[in-house]
C-alpha cells in the first residue's frame, strides 16, 4: 500500500499533460499599437516552448524508469531538482507569454492594472495544472527524498 502511495506523485504529473486541451490563456496583448487577442491552450502553449515540453516528458520517462527500477539516492535528489526548476518556469508562463508590457501601455508603471490583468488572463485549467505539479514535487519529496533519509 505504501508503494503505490509512493507513485501517487506520477498521476499529479501527468494531470498537464491531460488539461493541455483546454484554455490556459486568454487576454488582448497590444503589439506595434495593434490590440489582438491571445487565446491559449496547453497545446499552443506546448508548442511554442519546446524545450519546456522536451524537459517535461524526459523527466516523465525518468520518473517513471527509475520508480520501477532501483533508486539510487544521488538520482533521487536530481529527479526533485529539475521537477523544481520545470515547476519554476512553469509559474512564470503567464509573465513570459503576457508579458508587463502587453496588458498595458505604461508597462510595469501600472502595477495595479497589471497584476489584475495578468490575475484575469490566466485560466483554471492553467492553475490546476500549476497546482498538480506543486502537489507532485511535494510527494516526490516527501515519499522519495524523506523516506531515503529515515531508512538510512
Known sequence: MKKKLSRLYLLFWLVPFVVSPLQWFSS???????FRPVNGTGILVAKNFGTLTILYFLLLITMV???FSRKHP???VAIISLQI??????FMLPRI???PTGLSQSGMSD????LRALLL???PSYMVALISLIISVGFY???NICRENKST
Open 28 to 34: 488582448t496583448v497590444q503589439e506595434v499599437d495593434i
Open 74 to 76: 544521488l538520482v533521487c
Open 141 to 143: 519529496f516527501t515519499f
Open 121 to 123: 488572463s490566466i485560466e
Open 85 to 90: 526548476m520545470f515547476t519554476t518556469i512553469f
Open 97 to 99: 507569454i503576457i508579458g
Open 111 to 114: 502595477v495595479d492594472f497589471y
Open 65 to 67: 524508469v527509475f520508480e
